[in-house]
């Protein structure tokens, strides 16, 4: 079995602040790959970043960067120095090599930026 | 422009009326997907395909039926509609079955079924 937890249901932060989204998987496989999609306030889902299971480098792309751990079995999204677009639900998302048809979704964390 | 498109985007039905919610993609994807979002509940997956003619459950598929006869659409049945399947729908491709490559999603259909 396959599993992605959020535990952060909604963080609120003030405009500037960094703050990071947690995200932790359970698999038994030793092959998977990991994303992370954004959901603005307009409803559609957009991808942002993925991971192999046998890349465990750190990705920085502007204000965005992702920490891939497989010791802690997490794959946490920070945001610095963060803006009001930045508000929308996160969501992460695992699916396995063995089990390619199936995603399975973290419950996603809700963002809120003020100004 | 690359898309995935799904009609209608809102429905409101009664209870027991089939409705069919049609998915195309202009991409030529092998794989198709159908989730659906609920409040605190994340995006869960009703049904996948992996390529035309080939079609499987997801982790909540009670209540739903797909075929997948050409490979741009991926159309979703709800032969008898009930309350607990009001819902948010999304449609998603992505390149092949295998591999790491991410989903690119409809635009959703918020389903209401009275």
């Known amino acids: 079995a396959q599993k992605v937890t959020q535990a952060q249901t909604e963080i609120s932060v003030v405009e500037k602040e960094d703050v990071t989204l947690d995200c932790v998987y359970e698999t038994r496989d030793t092959t998977y790959y990991l994303f992370w999609y954004k959901q603005p306030p307009s409803g559609e889902l957009v991808f942002l970043i993925r991971r192999n299971s046998f890349d465990e480098q750190n990705e920085i792309s502007g204000r965005y960067s992702w920490n891939f751990q497989k010791s802690t079995s997490s794959f946490n999204f920070t945001i610095t120095a963060s803006q009001v677009v930045d508000s929308a639900v996160y969501f992460c998302?695992?699916?396995?090599?063995?089990?390619?048809?199936?995603?399975?979704f973290g419950d996603g964390t809700t963002l809120t930026v003020k100004p | 422009e690359a898309q995935v498109t799904q009609n209608p985007r809102y429905l409101i039905t009664v209870t027991g009326k089939k409705l069919t919610v049609t998915c195309s993609q202009n991409m030529n994807h092998e794989y198709m997907s159908w989730y659906r979002q609920d409040p605190g509940l994340g995006l869960r997956q009703i049904y996948y395909?992996?390529?035309?003619?080939?079609?499987d459950k997801g982790d909540v598929p009670e209540g739903y039926k797909v075929s997948r006869k050409e490979k741009r659409n991926f159309p979703l049945i709800l032969e008898s509609p009930s309350p607990n399947q009001t819902s948010l729908y999304f449609c998603?491709?992505?390149?092949?079955?295998?591999?790491?490559?991410?989903?690119?999603f409809g635009p959703g259909t918020r389903l209401t079924v009275t």
């Open positions: 395909s992996m390529n035309v003619e080939v079609t």
């Open positions: 998603a491709s992505r390149l092949s079955g295998g591999g790491d490559h991410e989903q690119y």
């Open positions: 998302a695992l699916r396995t090599f063995t089990n390619a048809g199936k995603s399975t």
